[in-house]
């Protein structure tokens, strides 16, 4: 039941873009996106849930196809600062639980 | 800053001793979690508490692991007999009321079992 990511790691340059996805086989409620810098703990990002509302911060966007139980976290004009893991983490049922994806690596190069 | 402390920052113990961790979460946050995380993996749940109750426990958490809420504020969470497999980060998050829900989490304690 552990949501698959993929890209499993993207190297960017400055100022390019990057599109981070989440799928799941089963039937979602919410989907919650965090960063994690090494040595550090995740830091919330998004999360979107079913129905449509989102929450999160005004330079990160994301998506959720509920009919295919995907979710994209979308990176523009990435930053050096953008570095780090990103994990996913998905909710059935408004159950609060949340499983986590393996994560997926980005680091953004001058 | 996200406000959730965790204590001790790290712990390193002996095979089949007992450790505590505790956790204060944001203030009037009503949901607290606990978390595992191995090197390279993301979280995985244990267990979490709504106010004072214990809502879930995962399957994968074995009797060895115990975690409490008294009063609904602060958390603990216990091993006893801890074992060379249970080296990992511990991490807790807590939520406010209401939703969306989202997950603060705390800096986590390093546990090293030699």
């Known amino acids: 039941q552990q949501p698959v990511q993929s890209p499993q790691a993207v190297i960017l340059r400055e100022g390019e873009d990057a599109v981070i996805n989440c799928s799941s086989s089963?039937?979602?409620?919410?989907v919650h996106w965090y960063r994690q810098k090494h040595g550090e703990a995740p830091v919330f990002l998004m999360i979107l849930l079913k129905g449509g509302e989102q929450k999160g911060h005004d330079k990160i966007s994301a998506s959720f196809n509920e009919k295919k139980q995907q979710s994209s976290l979308y990176l523009t004009a990435s930053q050096l600062s953008y570095s780090g893991t990103y994990f996913c983490g998905t909710e059935m049922d408004s159950s609060y639980k949340l499983i986590f994806g393996s994560g997926t690596r980005l680091l953004v190069r001058p | 800053d996200t406000g959730v402390s965790q204590n001790p920052r790290h712990k390193i113990t002996k095979r089949g001793q007992n450790v505590t961790f505790r956790c204060d979460p944001i203030s009037e946050h009503n949901r607290l979690y606990w978390y595992r995380q191995t090197l390279g993996q993301g979280p995985e749940f244990l267990t979490y508490f709504q106010n004072e109750a214990q809502l879930e426990k995962s399957r994968l958490l074995s009797d060895r692991f115990s975690a409490e809420r008294p009063k609904g504020s602060f958390s603990t969470l216990e091993i006893q007999r801890t074992e060379q497999g249970d080296s990992a980060m511990y991490l807790c998050?807590?939520?406010?009321?209401?939703?969306?829900?989202?997950?603060?989490f705390g800096p986590g304690t390093r546990l090293t079992v030699t």
């Open positions: 089963k039937a979602l409620y919410s």
């Open positions: 998050a807590s939520s406010p009321k209401g939703g969306p829900y989202e997950q603060y």
